[in-house]
Each structure stands twice: as C-alpha cells, then as structure tokens.
C-alpha cells in the first residue's frame, strides 16, 4: 500500500509498503527492511524487490528519496535531482533516508530495533550512509552496485550495523580508489564489513532493465544478480532474525 511520510524539513515523500499476506493474523512484530532506489527514483524493480522481501517474512518498505510526484522525462534531468542530495555533507540527504526509516519503523508490525536497509546505485550510497551515520535500529545495511565515497569530513565512529557491498568487477562507474577507500573507511570505523566482486558484470548488474538505460558500462548479468540476492538474504537472516 502507498504510505506517505514528511522528514524534518516537512518535504512529503510516498513510498511502498509490503508486509507478509499472514501479518494480520499475527501479533508478531517483524523485522523492517528499506529498499532504497537507484536515479531513476522507486520504480516497479525496487517494488519487486520489496514485495520478494515481504515474502519472506519482512515488513518492506520501497522508499521514496526524491519526493512525491517528483518525475523526470531524461536521464540527464534524473541526474540533475541526485548530484546535489550527494554533494556536501549530504545532509538533506541524511534527513530523506531518516524520514524513510521512521516511516518504516512507526509501523505497529515492525520492530524498530531490526530495520535493515538495501539499495542499487545511488540507492546503495544511501544505504551506506545510512549505516555511517548509525541510523537508529539499523542492523543491516546493503548496497548493490552503489557509490562508495564516504561522507566528506564525517568522523569516522564506529558503525553499529553490518555492511554488505556488491560490485561487479567490470564496473567502470566504481573506480579502484573508491574501493580501496571504502576498504580502509571501514577498517577504520571497524565495521563488520563484506566486499564482494562478481566476475565480469557491469555497473547496474542486478536490474533487467539496465541494457536498456543507454548508458555506456551499465548492463544486467542474471548470475551476478541472482547470487548477489541469495547472499542478501542470508545476510539479512543472521542480522534480522
């Protein structure tokens, strides 16, 4: 169902929720997971992905990062609404990503000390930053394909969740700097931390729909995205369970 939410600026966001077809048998609370969109804002993919979650037990949430009834016609226009939100201390960012999981955890059906989070490209920055700036209750965080740059000037405390990144290895769009400074942010911040590089994909690996966004380095390879998922719900099972 539609869930809307505003975040401190009273900016409203809508959103997705999906929760299990037995949850309202059921005075169980359950574990809360965002999935957090790429550029082209929360498309039917990342409503997929949250359903699948649903499926298994969680209360899934496909977040809204840009706003509600925000929608562009070009790439180049979708571009233009991420550069400035991860520019910066990304602070408006951090507000947009705290308003999606207090709307997420306000839900009587979730537990809002196990709220995981997973997101794809830019969205997999957001779920990073997520975990960076400990997001209360946050006990998982997952990013497929995502930025990695950290938060520009941000301490480098210690982050309270658990990190999976997933990179295809012939992704151009992440360079090798970018991966051995996450290595070495999250050893500073002594993360329980996962890197995992799948063999030949490119950035976007996991949507099918990225051969057809155009964009030279980006395609879907359905090896990488299957095992990269698998890996996600174990993952999300030994953290939220």
């Given at each position: 169902?539609?869930l809307?939410?505003?975040?401190?600026?009273?900016k409203t966001?809508?959103?997705?929720?999906?929760?299990?077809?037995?949850?309202?048998?059921?005075?169980t609370?359950?574990?809360?997971?965002?999935v957090?969109?790429?550029?082209?804002?929360c498309?039917?993919?990342?409503?997929?992905?949250?359903?699948k979650?649903?499926?298994?037990?969680?209360?899934?949430?496909?977040?809204?990062?840009?706003?509600?009834?925000?929608?562009?016609?070009?790439?180049?226009?979708?571009?233009?609404?991420?550069?400035?939100?991860?520019?910066?201390?990304?602070?408006?960012l951090?507000?947009?990503?705290?308003?999606?999981?207090?709307?997420?955890?306000?839900?009587?059906?979730?537990?809002?000390?196990?709220?995981?989070?997973?997101?794809?490209?830019?969205?997999g920055l957001?779920a990073?930053?997520?975990?960076?700036?400990n997001?209360?209750?946050?006990?998982?965080a997952?990013?497929f394909?995502g930025?990695l740059?950290?938060?520009p000037?941000?301490?480098?405390?210690?982050?309270?969740?658990?990190?999976?990144?997933?990179?295809g290895?012939?992704?151009?769009?992440i360079?090798?700097d970018?991966?051995?400074g996450?290595?070495d942010e999250?050893?500073?911040?002594?993360?329980?931390?996962q890197?995992?590089?799948?063999?030949?994909a490119?950035?976007?690996?996991?949507?099918p729909?990225?051969?057809?966004?155009?964009?030279?380095?980006?395609?879907?390879q359905?090896?990488a995205?299957?095992?990269?998922?698998?890996?996600?719900?174990?993952?999300?099972?030994?953290h939220?369970?």
């Open positions: 169902k539609p809307q939410y505003k975040d401190a600026s009273s966001f809508e959103g997705m929720l999906y929760y299990p077809p037995e949850l309202k048998a059921s005075t609370k359950r574990p809360g997971i965002l957090l969109h790429a550029f082209q804002g498309t039917d993919f990342e409503k997929e992905q949250a359903k979650l649903a499926m298994r037990g969680y209360v899934a949430l496909a977040a809204d990062v840009f706003g509600k009834g925000v929608s562009c016609a070009t790439k180049e226009e979708y571009f233009g609404l991420v550069r400035p939100l991860c520019e910066g201390d990304r602070a408006d951090g507000r947009r990503l705290l308003a999606a999981r207090n709307a997420l955890a306000a839900q009587s059906f979730v537990d809002e000390n196990k709220i995981g989070c997973i997101g794809y490209c830019f969205g957001c990073l930053d997520m975990a960076r700036t997001t209360p209750g946050l006990k998982a997952v990013s394909h930025t740059k950290p938060i000037g941000a301490s480098l405390d210690h982050m309270e969740a658990a990190i999976q990144a997933h990179n290895q012939a992704d151009s769009h360079g090798k970018q991966i051995s996450f290595y999250m050893n500073a911040r002594q993360a329980d931390w890197f995992v590089e799948h063999g030949f490119l950035h976007g690996f996991t949507e729909h990225a051969d057809a966004m155009g964009v030279p380095g980006v395609g879907y359905k090896k995205a299957e095992r990269s998922w698998k890996m996600v719900l174990g993952f999300m099972e030994e939220l369970v």
